[in-house]
């Protein structure tokens, strides 16, 4: 994609003056580190088969904005959008921009914080309103089994294997969690 094609674009969209933009990684989705006049941005570009995704996920990122839950913020377009929809070469792609944000490796001393943090995030997504897609064994597991065996990866056995282990995994933890809840359930009605 054209680096002055991506200039434009964000300049037309945005209220920020965009000098310059560099690739930062190519994967599913493109993803690029934005620079204007004074700060720095970060912009992602969702292709077809992760914009369903990606659409769900920017409105949960808003909910938690509008929550002030520590998340990374998205920069609104000149017309309050959090995205920008277009068509490039005939194909549908969304253009996300967020504020950047330096990381840093985690303190493993600060493990209690993480906690907090994310009972508070529970919390909040209580009452989060919006559609939450619920997602199968194939979109976790097998729809990546087949591009391994698409791409005659010699390893796609022991992957199919591990990934059979870890569903079955998850789904004996949420048995449990539910019978738990119920349990709780009947002897709170005592």
Known sequence: MEMS?????????????????????EGGNLAYVVYGEDKKFFLKIIRPPFIENTLYS??????LMKNQFPVIPIVLA??????VETNINDERKIFILYEFIEGEEPNPENTEEVGELIGKLHRIMENYSGELPLRDKHFFIERYIEIMRIKKYDKVEAFREYGDDVWERVNDYLRRQRYRE?????LWRI
């Open 5 to 25: 094609y991506l200039v434009e674009m964000l300049n037309s969209n945005y209220d920020l003056d965009i000098k310059n933009i560099e690739l930062f990684r």
């Open 182 to 186: 119920r349990f709780i359930w009947k």
């Open 78 to 83: 000149k017309n309050n959008a959090a995205y």
């Open 58 to 63: 920017i409105d949960i990122q808003l909910f």
